[in-house]
């Protein structure tokens, strides 16, 4: 008996102890795949200011943009190494399914038949919205709810459709939707006067007014929200590694912001910094949390280089002092009011 009980006490010592060992994670074929080719492929927006937008130089910038250059920051060592592959609402999913793309992300809602019917995993929201709708200020709408009969212009195949017919029948309003299947049609077409409403998330509203509109004073955004729209990247099912890298380097991104790794101060606080929280995150202590994910040591210090924490890439796209003026909102820290609540790097 004593024998026994000695034996059971050795395996469960041997147990513990190879989870203390932490063991390299296999690296996954998609990690594999870009390290080999060089390049991040990552599926974005075809144009929508603040989330993926190319300036004449084919240079792209956006808070999903920053998404795409911080994984290859942390794969391959350089923020630059991306392919971008502008998509429409109609395209994103398939790229993604037939393995054209590594990543999407593009200010893509996740929903239950998105998420159990697609062969896609949902990663990180990294931004939280609602759709709203936006008119010209000359009809003097205060609320949505002034739309009934009438025309509103909506990009097809898009949860945005599909919210505004649920609007519409919820509050028995008859709205006439005018479908396109680019949201450069639906724009265009809202500024040409064919609908008397535009409507998609918030967020875009706002680029589109600021961006597109010859006056931006000549168009206003209704107050309604009329849904919840929790946008973030998504990756195949499948590649169970990849998903945690995508996962980490957002968890990461926001966990910087909380503890006060700027883009600036990231390589002293590397060096000088007592906190051992810091520490984990820049691969400055004894822990190695790349090991886990297939990466190396620095792998979320050369994130914060180049794209900064989570709040700063905001404010350099969306944030104050762009043209797109979005208050963080939702999306602040949790300890700031938001919804940002990154889960531990540990």
């Known amino acids: 008996m004593k024998s026994s009980k000695l034996q059971l006490a050795a395996v469960a010592l041997a147990a513990f102890g190879a989870m203390l060992a932490a063991p390299a994670a296999h690296a996954g074929k998609t990690l594999d795949a870009i390290k080999s080719r060089g390049q991040v492929v990552c599926g974005v927006h075809t144009g929508l200011a603040g989330f993926a937008a190319a300036d004449s130089t084919g240079k792209w910038s956006g808070l999903d943009v920053d998404v ?13 190494k991306v392919k971008y592959v502008p998509l429409t609402a109609q395209q994103r999913f398939t790229a993604l399914q037939s393995g054209e793309i590594d990543v999407l992300a593009r200010n893509t809602t996740f929903t239950l038949s998105r ?20 008119v010209p200020t000359r009809t003097k709408m205060k609320s949505a709810k002034q739309l009934k009969g009438q025309t509103v212009c909506v990009q097809s195949g898009t949860t945005t459709e599909k919210n505004l017919t649920d609007y519409s029948k919820a509050n028995n309003l008859n709205i006439k939707p005018v479908v396109f299947e680019k949201v450069e049609a639906a724009t265009s077409a809202y500024f040409s006067g064919r609908c008397i409403a535009y409507t998609t998330d918030a967020s875009g509203l706002s680029s589109v007014r600021t961006k597109e509109a010859k006056d931006p004073k000549e168009h206003m955004i209704l107050p309604e929200l009329i849904s919840k729209e929790p946008l973030g990247p998504m990756v195949r099912r499948g590649d169970d590694e990849w998903f945690a890298i995508v996962k980490w380097v957002l968890y990461g991104m926001m966990e910087a912001e909380e503890y006060g790794v700027t883009q600036a101060n990231v390589d002293k606080m590397k060096a000088s910094s007592d906190d051992p929280v810091v ?17 190396d040591k620095d792998w979320l210090a050369r994130v914060i280089k180049a794209v900064g924490n989570y709040g700063e890439s905001y404010d350099r ?8 003026n979005l208050p963080r909102g939702l999306n602040n820290l949790w300890n700031k009011g938001g919804l940002m609540y990154p889960y531990p790097a540990r």
């Open 68 to 80: 795409c250059k911080a994984l290859a920051a942390a794969t391959l060592g350089d923020a630059e």
């Open 279 to 295: 520490q984990r995150l820049l691969g400055g202590g004894n822990e190695d949390t790349g090991k886990l994910l297939g990466l």
């Open 115 to 134: 998420d159990a019917s697609l062969g896609l995993s949902m990663t990180v929201v990294n931004y939280y919205d609602g759709q709203g709708f936006m």
């Open 317 to 324: 796209n969306l944030g104050p002092k762009t043209a797109l």
